[in-house]
């Protein structure tokens, strides 16, 4: 059986979602790593739990995540304790996932702590999850399929305002 990386992530952001059912919880993938001003547009939606794909080895069927819990403090809860709450249950459920590509349950799960002061200006804290799925022999073997559906990028149109002025920039690239 081979699966995409699209698929492998979907799978397992599908099986958070269907654990985290409680209302007001976004949770979705995401491309990766945070940036500051990352954190500071998804922290719009909280609590959050978004997951990535960190890195996967053909080498050993493998795939390391990371879920990432955004999670902002309240009046009643300054130390953040509904991040910890989050992050409990979100390694309970890592615990559960069982799929047609697993090999085993998720394995060397640890949760560490992001939080900093510049995330404390934002009332947010962030928490990074990261497990790694051993899957089916042959899982990661890649696909030969066609890339025809990927938007390509074709270029770009701005202004950009340079002193007083306004200067137009326009980039077309020709596909071959």
């Known amino acids: 059986m081979v699966a995409n990386l699209v698929d492998l992530r979907d799978t397992a952001?599908?099986?958070?979602?269907?654990?985290?059912?409680?209302?007001g919880f976004h949770i979705a993938s995401h491309p990766g790593r945070f940036t500051v001003s990352d954190i500071k547009e998804a922290a719009q939606r909280t609590p959050a739990i978004l997951t990535s794909i960190?890195?996967?080895?053909?080498?050993?069927?493998?795939?390391?995540?990371?879920s990432f819990i955004l999670y902002r403090a309240t009046n009643v809860d300054r130390l953040y304790n509904g991040a910890l709450s989050i992050a409990s249950k979100l390694i309970a459920t890592l615990k559960t996932l069982d799929h047609k590509y697993s090999l085993n349950i998720p394995e060397e799960i640890s949760a560490e702590c992001l939080f900093s002061g510049s995330l404390e200006q934002i009332n947010i804290t962030l928490w990074a999850v990261s497990w790694s799925w051993h899957l089916q022999p042959?899982?990661?073997?890649?696909?030969?399929g066609s890339l025809d559906d990927l938007d390509f990028f074709n270029g770009?149109?701005?202004?950009h305002n340079v002193g007083s002025s306004a200067v137009n920039d326009s980039v077309n690239i020709q596909a071959e």
């Open 54 to 66: 960190l890195r996967a080895r053909e080498s050993d069927d493998s795939v390391e995540f990371a």
């Open 13 to 23: 952001v599908n099986h958070i979602k269907n654990t985290f059912t409680e209302k």
């Open 156 to 159: 770009f149109d701005a202004v």
């Open 138 to 144: 042959h899982t990661l073997a890649g696909e030969l």
